[in-house]
């Protein structure tokens, strides 16, 4: 790499950065911009969501209807103005998806296809069978590779944020294979890494997504907003976490307890399986509790059953479902139902942004899972991520185009210094480090353990305060772990300690807020409040890094024409 | 659960700041009969020697990036169940055959991504069409005649098992190939042209030789070796076009 420095910094290769990407270039050809990514973009966590992604694209269906199901989905706490913006840019991202050749299963007047979802209230989500992400992913990918003013650097790894007088100016960043720090000079810094699924111990998230973006921030300034707000996700296969997708309750598949029974009938009649998932993950959790689950070697769950749907819909509209169950349980869905418990699934908080993106940080924006803007309140929707991962990766690669135009080039002295600091803490510090009284996986399991426990779908202070103490505590014994691997070259020993390291700062920020938060609402479901309190509680966390515990401040919920009423369906 | 087993995982090492080669390192492993060979590298990886080094993500056969020689024979590890690969107690890993080890069982992977780009891999049309005239009408069956090429997860498999490619690095290979053929049968796309006279030159389809160890090895059911000889169907059709009616080469 001869010259690292672009106008603007793209850190993550997934939906929501590479969108960013596309739509700064094609804002202007002069600008370049450079795509870090810690895998190659088409490895991106995107690849894995299944179902589907939402837009009022027929005339059954009109703007209004897909904003109120979002807010009442997110339990009257997302930010209407955002979802206001957002339904109404969907339908364009999904024909531009369509021209650069996304392709969008359809229906036989070749139209896009559309199914049901849990939580909206008609068929509005598009889809590519059950490999959404996958096909997106790729159609963006490939899509990229037309502009060569996106130069990528496959398989670097973001370290630190450069601040000059307090705005971004760039990154430093370890060229994995060749084992390098390097500081990458920018106008401005996009942060879509996703989210950070793997400080759970169960969960549907990818081995990469450990909050690295949401870490950079928080560590450069910027508040992380509502990260109380962890999506559980209900039909999870039990030991690997492996999701299987809402699509398939969206085409007719059931969910029953041991009894064979539809429990969902008891919990929220009027939707049964196609409500929002805070719910359903709960409503399996008590059945688990209460002693109807199938028991199994990985623990209790429930039974999705598709066996109704017959082979030939099975295999048009979910075959990654069947392909999924065959290979990692050795079932057929088409005979048996398939095994399934709630696993984390998806942060509806985040960095703290604007409608384009920016954050509190001069020049720093955020987008995607990464991101908090708010548009998915207290519990998101399927099939909204993928869609806000387009319409927002636009709209704040525009955003940040326009800003790098009239913004100067940064000096320079504040980028030596952030490598210099970088280097002296990895190189000399992590590698230098002789073997440590810690291991690596051993503090990661015990953050893993603590979170699942105690910040899962159940909540209490008890818990909750434990839960801080203990990540505080590990947070000190973090400092005395080695790296085992003194290798430069491709060194996965280093880099799975620099991940935990931000994994840790993004836990504590998720405990804190939730025990700060001393109500009920959406995924965020504690055993000692119970109801959810407006008086008190409908304003938005933000989480600040200090050296000792998060300060925990709020912001209030924009309300523009709907106003909070109790979640019934 | 059933009880937990043990076996040997013999793996192929390789550190490129070592004094020595490449070398083979046994660890044994416990592990149940739901286990693949990526939960016994990370087994390793957690609790035996933390510098094994390996890259895997999705652990749900979509990333593809978890991709090795199992035994000899190109897998995808999340996808390769213990139980299956290990008949004399020990299941032997290397990196891909035909790319270069950067570390343990990283290969390089920038050939692929050369060869990759060399197909372009978009939509090529002579006019943009404006988001304000919505989608194209694209009906079921025409959908189907690209799907299966469209499904490819750039896991390289088919590159480690191609004969060709083992002997030519420059052989554009299976899996772009397979992509070419995937935006040619797309109505959306105008490129076949452009991407025909492209793939007829000396490292395109007629290096071929119809092996079909490419599809042999393929996770997902793409079929490369189906989609060379589609293309080397529609590359002789427009060969012979070109010849006896050179006013009407074009489409």
Not at chain 1, 205 to 222: C, E, H, P, S, W
Not at chain 1, 337 to 346: D, K, L
Not at chain 2, 128 to 138: F, K, V
Request: proline share 5%; glycine share 10%.
């Amino acid at each position: 790499m001869d010259r690292l420095a672009f106008d603007i910094v793209v850190v993550g290769g997934g939906a929501a950065g590479l969108r960013a990407a596309i739509a700064a270039a094609e804002s202007d050809p002069k600008l370049t911009i450079g795509l870090v990514s810690k895998v190659y973009p088409m490895r991106s966590h995107t690849v894995s969501a299944e179902g589907g992604t939402a837009a009022v694209m027929r005339d059954y269906d009109n703007f209004e209807l897909h904003a109120l199901d979002t807010i009442k989905g997110s339990d009257y706490f997302a930010d209407q103005d955002a979802v206001e913006f957002f339904v109404s840019k969907c339908p364009d991202e999904i024909v531009q998806l369509d021209h650069w050749g996304c392709p969008w299963s359809r229906d036989d007047d070749g139209k896009i296809q559309q199914r049901a979802f849990g939580g909206m209230s008609v068929k509005r989500t598009c889809f590519a069978a059950d490999k959404v992400g996958f096909h997106i992913l790729h159609t963006l990918f490939q899509e990229s590779m037309r502009h060569p003013q996106i130069v990528r650097l496959d398989e670097w790894f973001v370290t630190d944020l450069i601040q000059e007088n307090g705005a971004a100016a760039g990154v430093v960043a370890l060229d994995i294979r060749r084992g390098e720090l390097s500081y990458i000079n920018s106008k401005a810094v996009v942060l879509a890494t996703g989210g950070c699924g793997r400080v759970y111990e169960f969960t549907t998230n990818g081995f990469i997504k450990t909050g690295d973006g949401m870490a950079l921030a928080y560590r450069a300034g910027a508040p992380l907003k509502d990260m109380e707000m962890v999506q559980f996700h209900p039909t999870c296969l039990p030991g690997t976490g492996i999701l299987i997708t809402e699509a398939a309750r969206g085409e007719g598949g059931t969910l029953i307890n041991k009894d064979g029974e539809r429990f969902m009938k008891k919990y929220l009649p009027s939707k049964m399986e196609l409500g929002p998932r805070d719910i359903l993950s709960r409503s399996e959790m008590i059945e688990i509790r209460e002693g109807r689950g199938f028991k199994g070697p990985h623990g209790d769950y429930m039974g999705l059953d598709l066996r109704h749907l017959g082979e030939q819909a099975i295999d048009e509209r979910l075959p990654m479902v069947r392909e999924l169950a065959e290979k990692y349980l050795g079932l057929d869905p088409i005979h048996e139902p398939i095994p399934v418990r709630p696993g984390q699934h998806y942060i509806m908080g985040g960095v703290s942004t604007n409608l384009v993106g920016e954050t509190p940080v001069k020049g720093l924006y955020a987008v995607g899972e990464t991101a908090c803007v708010s548009m998915n309140g207290a519990n998101r929707l399927g099939s909204n991520s993928l869609s806000e991962c387009l319409v927002f990766g636009k709209s704040a690669g525009m955003a940040v185009a326009a800003f790098a135009k009239r913004t100067g080039w940064p000096r320079g002295g504040a980028a030596r210094d952030a490598l210099a600091k970088q280097e002296a803490r990895i190189f000399g510090g992590l590698l230098k480090r002789e073997a440590g009284s810690e291991s690596l996986s051993g503090i990661r399991r015990e953050m893993q353990q603590i979170m699942e426990r105690d910040v899962g779908i159940f909540r209490d202070e008890k818990g909750l305060t434990d839960a801080c103490a203990k990540l505080a505590t590990l947070r000190q014994r973090f400092a005395n772990v080695s790296v085992a691997d003194k290798d430069r070259v491709f060194n996965t020993d280093l880099t799975q300690a620099l991940e935990l390291d931000f994994m840790l700062d993004v836990a504590q920020a998720i405990a804190w807020s939730a025990l700060n938060r001393r109500e009920s609402r959406g995924a965020h479901s504690r055993t000692d409040y119970a109801n959810r309190d407006d008086a008190n509680y409908l304003k938005h966390s933000l989480a600040y890094r200090t050296d000792g515990a998060p300060r925990i401040d709020y912001l209030p919920v924009k309300i523009t024409k709907w106003q909070p009423a109790e979640r019934k369906y | 659960m059933a009880a937990e087993n043990q076996v040997v995982f013999r793996v192929r090492r390789y550190q490129p700041q070592g004094t020595k080669g490449p070398y083979y390192q046994d660890f044994r492993v416990p592990y149940r009969s739901d286990e693949v060979v990526l939960d016994g590298l990370n087994y390793i990886k957690d609790n035996l020697d933390p510098s094994l080094t390996f890259r895997w993500s999705c652990r749900m056969g979509i990333c593809g990036s978890c991709g090795m020689d199992v035994n000899g024979k190109p897998r995808l590890t999340c996808g390769t169940f213990i139980r299956d690969v290990s008949p004399g107690g020990i299941v032997q890993v290397d990196p891909l055959t035909g790319f270069n080890s950067i570390k343990d069982l990283v290969a390089d992977f920038d050939p692929f991504m050369e060869h990759f780009l060399y197909v372009k891999p978009w939509v090529i049309r002579e006019k943009q069409r404006p988001l304000s005239e919505g989608e194209y009408t694209q009906f079921p069956e025409e959908l189907a005649a690209y799907r299966q090429q469209s499904l490819c997860i750039n896991c390289t498999l088919c590159y480690a098992a191609c004969p060709v490619f083992q002997g030519d690095n420059h052989f554009v290979g299976p899996a772009s190939l397979a992509l070419a053929l995937r935006y040619i049968r797309d109505t959306r796309d105008e490129g076949a042209d452009e991407r025909l006279d492209l793939l007829s030159t000396p490292h395109g389809i007629w290096e071929c030789t119809f092996v079909g160890e490419c599809s042999v090895v393929c996770p997902k059911e793409v079929d490369p070796a189906g989609a060379i000889q589609s293309l080397k169907v529609l590359a002789t059709i427009r060969h012979m076009r070109k010849l006896l009616m050179p006013k009407f080469a074009s489409r």
